[in-house]
């Protein structure tokens, strides 16, 4: 079965989620399925994964998963023994999600200006400029194309994207102080080899938010609070739940593949001749 784990969620047809438990050792490759049970229901889960013999289920030093409160169940009661480790992209993507937030609420307040300006011009029987920008964006089109600017690092922008995320934290500090919390996450991740500095550095972030004025952070700070001693243990390792990311990918390919499942049955046997 392998000494580390992954296990996650994916849909197989019109969204009906399965949960998927793969063997990190296989790569993909035959020997990937450990389980793939119907549902997600952590009481339905728990009782086909202890089918498993426990000393088989005992050797498991590793299981990585994300934030779910059922997968941390599943985890704990499946296997014992293993080290909980929670997948930091579910973290940072936490983060993102609350940079997004503030972009897409300042996105309607501008689309509602325009609006009440184009009335008032129609009323008083004049024609409506729309602001531009020197890239040529309208304020409407700076605050809807920054969506991916803003799930990257600047060192992966290019030289337009740089230019729109100057015009754009120009006229939203706010959108730039919630992109460089972000940011910040996320450098935590990738400079920390020890626990206790990420620890001290996540302590340090934490009070930065405190500053802020962003309840979307607070609620990812208390989020990452509740489940900090799982994600701290991604620096022991440094293990993700990539490779179970992965392989939900692969299996959606092979559905797309089959353009698409109609005998539910007989495609997950396919699956389990393949990879299990």
């Known amino acids: 079965m392998g000494k580390r784990l992954s296990i996650d969620e994916v849909a197989l047809s019109q ?18 399925i450990v389980a793939i049970i119907a549902g997600t229901k952590s009481a339905d889960v728990i009782k086909y ?31 014992p023994r293993a080290t909980r480790v929670i997948d930091r992209f ?40 729309t602001e531009v920008f020197s890239n040529g964006d309208s304020r409407k089109q700076l605050l809807a194309r920054s969506r991916f600017i803003l799930f990257k690092s600047p060192e992966n922008w290019t030289k337009s994207q ?30 920390c080899k020890d626990k206790r500095i990420a620890m001290t550095k996540l302590a340090q972030w934490y009070n930065k938010i405190e500053q802020s004025e962003f309840k979307s952070f607070r609620i990812v700070m208390n989020t990452i609070s509740l489940n900090y001693r799982e994600i701290l243990n991604y620096f022991d390792n440094r293990s993700t ?9 692969k299996i959606k390919a092979f559905r797309a593949q089959l353009r698409g499942v109609r005998n539910k049955e007989f495609f997950l046997f396919r699956l389990t001749q393949i990879y299990a």
């Open 49 to 79: 994964i202890q089918k498993i013999p426990e000393s088989k289920r005992r050797k498991v030093e590793e299981i990585t998963l994300d934030m779910a409160g059922s997968m941390k169940l599943i985890a704990s009661s499946c296997f």
């Open 90 to 129: 579910h973290v940072q993507q936490l983060a993102t999600e609350a940079v997004q937030q503030i972009r897409i609420k300042f996105r309607w307040q501008a689309i509602d200006q325009e609006n009440e300006a184009i009335n008032i011009a129609k009323k008083n029987q004049l024609n409506y400029q």
């Open 162 to 191: 740089r230019t729109r995320a100057h015009i754009l934290f120009n006229e939203y500090p706010k959108i730039k102080q919630a992109y460089e919390l972000s940011n910040q996450l996320r450098s935590i991740y990738n400079s």
């Open 241 to 249: 739940n990539a490779s179970a990311e992965s392989f939900n990918a």
């Open 15 to 32: 969204g009906e989620l399965y949960t998927v438990l793969t063997n990190k050792k296989a790569k993909g490759r035959a020997g990937s």
